[in-house]
């Protein structure tokens, strides 16, 4: 399969991947996908019958989000995605000259891509065996670094919706309440200590009624497909206000989504089997499989001066407990989950030092800086520091991959 459209080995989208987002130019919005470095309109797709055959409501493309369209359902999804790939191979429905000069197709660096869904509701696990380790040990007790509930339950807690942005928006450095080391009395300020966190996030796409789990057997039926994500944290303030109800201001000020959300159809080469799980997990929980996904990912700090550092080269498949596990626990009490909700994995770390998922656990504690090309240390993340993740896998026939996850950091 080959698009007639130019992309590069090194490009996230070759006509594998073909990702879902929403872009903008002034008042008109559009779902699109993406092919080498070119953004295609779905909805002039649509009104140039492309998509003939597939119920599709009217209007469905020009939605200020994906919510109404990943509604439809995955048997209709999947044929658009399916369509794409045929109308935009070689040969293909829309390999024809009166079609290419069209507004059809926008080169990715002119359009304007925006956050692709309303997320009513977002929760941040805590799945990464390494990363949860990690921070025991630096905050608690190495000798016993797991807290007793963590190999029996995806550990989780709700976070906020409302401070998610796309790619390319700035984070404004964050003020709050600190207890400086050998204080006895708060600080009021801006955090010293901010950092990124490593992370995917999956996309709900089918709703249970409140009062009715998912089963585990059925959860990736109620999965539209993944995101990175990047959980901005505050650790200065977060190691104060934690106890004994978890994060809050820490990590609500911001967090970062890539512009594409990539489906789990078009992730199923890389499924892998996940780490053995001891001891063994309860009924509600149990399943066989590869649930785990093969998908690199890296940390980039780009500096102020232009100087540039990947700081962390991690990977999604090191994950403890995979998302089917994540959703059927998150449901078990009755818990209703809604279309265009948020599920982020948890930072994802790996064993070595440089697959650590935050500069928390990469500089541990500040008392390893890194050191950048341009002279400069990092223990934490700089203001006019922009952080980039990324992530991808290669299927021997393409690139599948999210684009870039990037942020800059404001004083
Ligand atoms: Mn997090």
């Given at each position: 399969m080959k698009s007639f459209i130019p992309v590069t080995p090194e490009s996230d989208f070759s006509l594998m991947n073909i990702p879902f987002g929403l872009f903008r130019a002034g008042d008109y919005y559009a779902v699109c996908t993406r092919v080498g470095d070119t953004v295609i309109d779905l909805s002039i797709c649509h009104n140039i019958d492309v998509f003939n055959g597939i119920e599709l409501p009217s209007g469905i493309f020009n939605e200020k989000t994906l919510n109404p369209f990943i509604s439809l359902g995955k048997a209709v999804t999947s044929a658009v995605r399916s369509r794409l790939q045929e109308a935009l191979s070689v040969g293909g429905y829309l390999d024809a000259d009166i079609f290419k000069s069209?507004?059809?197709?926008?080169p990715a660096a002119e359009a304007e891509m925006v956050l692709p869904l309303n997320i009513g509701d977002y929760t941040d696990f805590y799945s990464s065996r390494e990363h949860a380790t990690n921070v025991g040990k630096m905050f608690r007790d190495p000798a016993n670094a797991l807290l007793p509930n963590w190999l029996h339950l995806p550990v989780g807690y709700h976070g906020r919706a409302s401070s998610i942005t796309v790619s390319g928006t700035p984070v404004v450095r964050p003020s709050g309440q600190t207890m400086p080391e050998g204080a006895t009395t708060p600080h009021f300020g801006k955090t010293k200590q901010l950092d990124f966190e490593l992370e995917m996030a999956f996309v709900i796409g089918k709703e249970n009624p409140l009062g009715r789990p998912i089963p585990i057997e059925e959860a990736e039926d109620y999965i539209f497909g993944l995101m990175l994500f990047n959980d901005w944290s505050a650790r200065d303030i977060q190691k104060w206000e934690y106890v004994p109800l978890g994060p809050f201001l820490a990590k609500n000020f911001a967090s970062t989504v890539s512009p594409w959300i990539v489906t789990l159809e078009a992730l199923e080469p890389f499924r892998v089997k996940g780490p053995e799980q001891k001891p063994e997990v309860l009924p509600y929980l149990n399943i066989d499989g590869k649930r785990n996904y093969d998908i690199h990912l890296s940390v980039e700090i780009l500096s102020n001066s232009g100087s540039k550092k990947t700081v962390c080269r991690s990977n999604f498949r090191y994950m403890y407990w995979n998302m089917c596990q994540q959703l059927a626990h998150h449901t078990v009490n009755g818990c209703n989950v809604r279309i265009g909700d948020l599920m982020a994995s948890g930072t994802i770390s790996g064993?070595?030092?440089?697959?650590?998922?935050?500069m928390l656990e990469l500089c541990w504690k500040g008392t390893k800086p890194i050191q950048m090309p341009d002279g400069t240390q990092r223990t934490f993340i700089e203001d006019g520091d922009t952080v980039i993740m990324r992530g991808w896998n290669d299927t021997g026939y393409g690139r599948i991959g999210f684009g870039e996850c990037s942020a800059n950091v404001l004083p």
């Open positions: 069209s507004a059809l197709m926008i064993e070595t030092e440089d697959s650590f998922g935050s």
